[in-house]
């Protein structure tokens, strides 16, 4: 009977911290979701520009926490639009195929320190899933104003995230050797991210927001070419 009530103590401690996760979405104007990978000799930042989903997190029980994160592959931005069109092509990610890059978590386990954080989980790039674990750097969580007259509020937090893979891992294999048997783009592809996190119902509400911000203040029409 102890023992019974025992587990039945445990079971309700981590209903109750369950409960207490945060569910997240992406405050896209402080989040970055970035890689960097070798080009010709010098290394090449890259970011994705369209990606959305969800995670949820609770200190107090981090290894409930869940991540679920689904990138717009075209929206690829290496800040040079020829390379851009090649990195969207068959030659590399061949959006057209393969649309969408996502990442679903498996677990979430404590790191080297306090507020870091190891989260496995299955990568799909190209058409091919495989394991990747992102090491987790949790930043803290506040509130935060929202709105012309601050009365409502948003619960935010911040992580920063790294990981590495192969990109053969997942069928990227174009390549071309230079002159000194270097390779021209490097296999190895460091991912960094940036994370400001917010409560989903304050993500739904600041979009809304920002709809009627366009609707009351559209854009300028584009100015005509001067005629010949």
């Not at 290394?43 to 520009?49: I, L, Q």
């Not at 366009?214 to 005629?227: G, L, M």
């Amino acid at each position: 009977m102890k023992k019974f009530l025992l587990s039945l103590a445990a079971f309700g401690f981590l209903a109750s911290t369950s409960v207490n996760a945060t569910e997240y979405g992406f405050d896209k104007a402080h989040s970055h979701i970035g890689f960097s990978v070798t080009h010709i000799l010098s290394k090449v930042p890259g970011e994705f520009k369209d990606y959305d989903g969800t995670f949820s997190f609770d200190p107090a029980n981090p290894e409930a926490g869940k991540i679920d994160v689904t990138i717009q592959a075209a929206s690829i931005n290496t800040d040079n639009e020829m390379r851009d069109h090649h990195l969207q092509s068959a030659d590399f990610f061949d959006v057209e195929k393969y649309p969408t890059i996502a990442f679903k978590s498996t677990g979430v386990s404590k790191g080297a320190s306090d507020n870091e954080y190891q989260v496995a989980g299955n990568l799909t790039l190209h058409g091919v899933t495989k394991p990747v674990t992102l090491d987790v750097q949790y930043l803290g969580s506040d509130t935060m104003p929202m709105g012309k007259d601050g009365k409502m509020t948003a619960n935010i937090a911040g992580f920063s995230a790294t990981a590495k893979i192969d990109r053969r891992d997942f069928g990227l294999v174009w390549n071309k050797t230079l002159a000194s048997g270097n390779l021209m783009v490097s296999n190895d592809v460091a991912i960094n991210l940036d994370i400001a996190a917010m409560d989903k119902k304050s993500v739904d509400a600041m979009k809304k927001m920002m709809a009627g911000m366009k609707k009351d203040n559209p854009a300028p029409a584009p100015t005509p070419a001067p005629s010949n």
